[in-house]
T-cell receptor, first 113, second 111 residues
Framework: DAGVIQSPRHEVTEMGQEVTLRCKPISGHNSLFWYRQTMMRGLELLIYFNNNVPIDDSGMPEDRFSAKMPNASFSTLKIQPSEPRDSAVYFC???????????FGPGTRLTVT | TQLLEQSPQFLSIQEGENLTVYCNSSSVFSSLQWYRQEPGEGPVLLVTVVTGGEVKKLKRLTFQFGDARKDSSLHITAAQPGDTGLYLCAGVSQGAQKLVFGQGTRLTINP
């Protein structure tokens, strides 16, 4: 079975540009989580969805960040406009709604110059 | 805000040695998980512990959940270079779904 799929794996962009990160969760999983990982702050939850509905977005740092889940097999995390401090590895994870175990994708390494 | 503190943050030992990593909190968790992350990859789940005092073994790795469900430990026996990686503990609160992660222990096993 395919795991969580993320694209792109690497993204380099200039400050002020829009960035869109994509995620395909594991089939049958109905919870999806977006995380950001940096050396300084570790792994932080940004937002999570249950059955395509955003449940908790308290970790979204600013209005420049937005996330959508238009269907059960696709989610996006958008940063507009991007800033150098947004540079990090962004992970998507999915789980079954009745299980705590989360399965992570390989991540997108974002560099904003 | 619930916090999980891991110690040590960095550990470098020789192959064949034993080690223990700790994960502590002042909060009670309904379950606690341990993940391992290798460079360029996402965290991979190793184990979930649910019951206070629970001990689980995964080959040379032994995981324990504290009696009060506020802390956990990971013990590795006869460490091997393949054990190198970032070890993360993550807790789930009662009635919640999201995980709270510790900052991680970066483990290096030298041949």
């Amino acid at each position: 079975d395919a795991g969580v799929i993320q694209s792109p794996r690497h993204e380099v962009t200039e400050m002020g540009q829009e960035v869109t990160l994509r995620c395909k969760p594991i089939s049958g999983h109905n919870s999806l989580f977006w995380y950001r990982q940096t050396m300084m702050r570790g792994l932080e939850l940004l937002i999570y969805f249950n059955n395509n509905v955003p449940i908790d977005d308290s970790g979204m740092p600013e209005d420049r960040f937005s996330a959508k889940m238009p269907n059960a097999s696709f989610s996006t995390l958008k940063i507009q406009p991007s800033e150098p401090r947004d540079s990090a590895v962004y992970f998507c994870a999915s789980s079954r709604w009745d299980r705590y175990e989360q399965y992570f994708g390989p991540g997108t390494r974002l560099t904003v110059t | 805000t619930q916090l999980l503190e891991q110690s040590p943050q960095f550990l470098s030992i020789q192959e064949g040695e034993n080690l223990t990593v700790y994960c502590n909190s002042s909060s009670v968790f309904s379950s606690l998980q341990w993940y391992r992350q290798e460079p360029g990859e996402g965290p991979v789940l190793l184990v979930t512990v649910v019951t206070g005092g629970e001990v689980k073994k995964l080959k040379r790795l032994t995981f324990q959940f504290g009696d009060a469900r506020k802390d956990s430990s990971l013990h590795i026996t006869a460490a091997q270079p393949g054990d190198t990686g970032l070890y993360l503990c993550a807790g789930v609160s009662q009635g919640a779904q999201k995980l709270v992660f510790g900052q991680g222990t970066r483990l290096t096993i030298n041949p």
